[in-house]
């Protein structure tokens, strides 16, 4: 028989066997713990159904099994010599770690991707409308919509007579300088449909009846405006599939 054939062969025994071996010593362990919770819970109507001794028998069994196996891999693994042995470990412990470290990050690559595209499709196809009181700039917010890559906003005067808010998914107040009242909040929220959303950002006090609103979400700092404005796109889309 060729030679490096035969080694190899002799690996997949040693390495066959190792499995074995471990599946034996679970199965030995978790008989154990069936034996012992059995007797512990005192649960008669159980102990009728498995009797403990024929666990205990299977349990003798598993373990003369698992001695025997492991004593035929000591005795055949000095016939291929200590430094064989100690290579196969090193390979199989290195195989197991490469793989495992393998399958947590594309886990991780997949969650990743998953909640990013799912991002920039919202994103890319929402329609957002963009209330700005009359005197204030709206240079800062056009720069964030253009460099967060969202489809860009219609831009409007907050007020405006016939705005069709409906037309859009979102409407985005902005009110960086603190201009905007309560009042011309609850005009939007009286007068948009059911699946339209509406983010306010600036720092107004803003009444607990709009707050409990369940289409309303708001930030007060420009740091914030980016996680919360895709939380508010993303129930716009969930109110949007339930209605």
């Known amino acids: ?33 069936t034996v012992h919770n ?5 649960d008669s109507l159980r102990l009728s159904e498995i009797n403990a001794k024929q666990l205990e028998l299977r349990i003798e069994k598993n373990d003369f099994e698992l001695r025997r196996d492991y004593n035929w891999l000591i005795s055949h693994g000095f016939t291929f010599g200590l430094a064989g042995l100690v290579a196969l470990f090193v390979v199989l412990y290195s195989a197991y770690q490469a793989i495992t470290r393998w399958a947590i990050k594309q ?19 929402k329609k957002i409308l963009v209330l700005t009181p009359e005197k204030q700039s709206i240079a800062f917010i056009k720069q964030f919509f253009r460099e967060m890559h969202f489809r860009m906003p219609d831009f409007e005067l907050i007020g405006k007579a ?21 009042e011309q909040i609850h005009i939007i929220l009286r007068d948009i449909g059911g699946t339209v959303s509406v983010f306010y950002f600036g720092g107004l006090q803003l009444q607990q009846d709009i707050k409990s609103k369940k289409q309303f979400s708001s930030c007060q700092f420009k740091s914030q405006i980016y996680g919360n404005l895709l939380n508010a796109l993303r129930f716009q889309k969930l109110l949007s599939n339930t209605s």
């Not at 886990?107 to 196809?125: G, P, V």
């Open 38 to 42: 059995l007797k512990n819970e005192h």
């Open 1 to 33: 028989m060729n030679k490096p054939i035969f080694y190899v062969f002799c690996l997949f025994c040693i390495a066959s066997t190792d499995v074995q071996a471990q599946t034996l010593r679970d199965s030995v362990i978790s008989l154990q713990k």
């Open 162 to 182: 016939d705005l069709k808010f409906n037309d859009f998914q979102l409407i985005f107040i902005n009110d960086e300088e603190d201009i905007i009242n309560n």
């Open 107 to 125: 886990a991780e690559e997949k969650i990743r991707q998953h909640f990013e595209h799912e991002d920039n499709i919202l994103k890319r196809e």
